[in-house]
């Protein structure tokens, strides 16, 4: 049977790397062969943490750039491209972060795309003890958004627009 491959991202605020770096090394046996997205700086750090915990293993890592240098950004985007289905973002409770609008971006990209999500590491550890995580029969619900979609679909606004460009016009 084809071993299932989550694909999961992994994103952590300063003050919360040391917390997510413990929480996947604790639950290393359990992430090992799945597929994982990771901001800049956290990828980096906990793929060191993970190489020195488990010399011989290959682990699928995408680094991608920082979080504040547009790593959030890519995120999210990857969200909504469908190739991300988890997301632990050990969020600052205390501190204003610089990039706040691109961390709301991303934390709303996984409400849109109703990926599994969460922002602490109680959380993380209901998830991932969760049945459904290894659970191959288990697939999120897509949100349908084809209505959202095809909401100008008569075109009316163009039809519209064109009649007050050509109104504009004879004015002039
Ligand atoms: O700031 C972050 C998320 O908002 C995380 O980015 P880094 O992993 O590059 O520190």
Not at 36 to 53: P, S
Not at 89 to 114: C, I, S, W
Request: net charge neutral; glycine share 6%; charged share 30%.
């Amino acid at each position: 049977m084809e071993k299932l491959v989550r694909k999961i991202g992994l994103v952590a605020h300063d003050a919360m790397k040391k917390d997510l770096i413990e929480w996947v090394l604790w639950n290393s046996e359990l992430l090992m062969g799945h597929k994982f997205y990771c901001t800049g700086t956290t990828g980096t750090l906990i793929l060191a943490a993970l190489k020195e915990k488990h010399p011989d293993v290959e682990w699928d890592f995408t680094i991608l750039k920082s979080g504040p240098l547009g790593g959030d950004q890519q995120m999210g985007s990857r969200i909504v491209d469908g190739e991300i289905d988890y997301l632990f973002f050990f969020t600052d409770p205390m501190t204003l972060q610089p990039h706040d609008t691109d961390v709301k971006a991303l934390t709303r990209l996984a409400g849109v795309e109703n990926i599994v999500f969460c922002c602490n590491r109680s959380t993380a550890d209901h998830i991932i003890s969760s049945p459904l995580f290894l659970d191959p029969a288990y697939e999120r619900t897509v949100p349908d958004y084809s209505n959202y979609a095809k909401r100008f679909e008569n075109k009316q606004v163009v039809a519209e627009a064109v009649e007050s460009a050509k109104r504009r016009k004879k004015k002039k």
